[in-house]
């Protein structure tokens, strides 16, 4: 009786000690888990959570793209309507009605991203540029043509590096938009440079 009871006794701290193991190794393994999990949300050394949109589910940098965006469509729209009064040379005029076209497009169509993304774009040029459209209204023929083409080059420089950021953006209604209106801004950038290099 004594033999047996000692054998249960032991059975039962085996049981005890095996059943002790297997908790501390299922915290182990749990306290690893959460390690991978919380690297998983690490950029740079930084966790990416806290730079995520909780609304909209936009992380800042595909805010901040839709943003410099809208200032950008706004530029050109606003410098391809003076285009289409003050340039002297048709090819130029032709460049500006497409810009026209195209920008509004793009604008509409980003403006409609935004407001699904919950993300407030501006609706008005900032100061600067401002300036810079108040300025070129005063200038007409040959010395618009040769400043606005100029500018066009180096708009579309900035805007093609711009949209290959938004390109690569995890979100997808973003991308996709994003890589599309690329092909389109590529397409003006190419433009933009034969018409400037024939004026010189």
């Given at each position: 009786?004594?033999s047996?009871k000692?054998?249960f006794?032991?059975?039962?701290?085996?049981?005890?000690?095996?059943?002790?193991?297997?908790q501390?190794?299922?915290?182990?393994?749990?306290?690893t888990?959460?390690?991978?999990?919380?690297?998983?949300?690490?950029?740079?050394?930084?966790?990416a959570t806290?730079?995520e949109?909780?609304?909209s589910?936009?992380?800042?940098?595909?805010?901040?793209?839709?943003?410099?965006a809208a200032?950008?469509?706004?530029?050109?729209?606003?410098?391809?309507?003076?285009?289409?009064?003050?340039?002297?040379?048709?090819?130029?005029?032709?460049?500006?009605?497409?810009m026209l076209?195209?920008?509004?497009?793009?604008?509409t169509e980003?403006?409609?991203l935004?407001?699904?993304?919950?993300?407030?774009?501006?609706?008005?040029?900032?100061?600067?540029?401002q300036?810079?459209?108040?300025?070129?209204?005063?200038?007409?023929?040959?010395?618009?043509d040769?400043?606005?083409?100029?500018?066009?080059?180096?708009?579309h420089?900035?805007?093609?590096?711009?949209?290959k950021?938004?390109?690569?953006?995890r979100d997808?209604?973003?991308?996709?938009?994003?890589?599309k209106?690329?092909?389109v801004i590529e397409?003006?950038?190419?433009l933009?440079?034969?018409?400037s290099?024939?004026?010189?």
């Amino acid at each position: 009786m004594n033999s047996n009871k000692t054998f249960f006794i032991g059975a039962a701290l085996a049981l005890a000690v095996s059943i002790q193991a297997c908790q501390t190794a299922d915290k182990k393994s749990s306290t690893t888990k959460d390690s991978v999990a919380g690297d998983t949300n690490m950029v740079n050394g930084n966790h990416a959570t806290g730079a995520e949109s909780t609304e909209s589910g936009l992380d800042e940098a595909g805010a901040t793209f839709l943003r410099k965006a809208a200032v950008g469509g706004l530029m050109e729209v606003e410098a391809a309507k003076i285009a289409e009064k003050n340039a002297g040379s048709a090819k130029v005029k032709d460049f500006a009605a497409q810009m026209l076209t195209d920008h509004t497009k793009a604008n509409t169509e980003l403006k409609a991203l935004a407001q699904e993304k919950k993300v407030i774009t501006p609706d008005a040029l900032p100061a600067e540029d401002q300036i810079h459209i108040d300025a070129m209204k005063k200038m007409t023929g040959a010395a618009f043509d040769k400043h606005y083409m100029e500018m066009m080059v180096t708009d579309h420089e900035k805007t093609i590096a711009l949209f290959k950021q938004g390109s690569e953006n995890r979100d997808a209604s973003l991308k996709n938009w994003a890589t599309k209106t690329l092909t389109v801004i590529e397409a003006h950038d190419a433009l933009a440079r034969k018409i400037s290099s024939e004026m010189k």
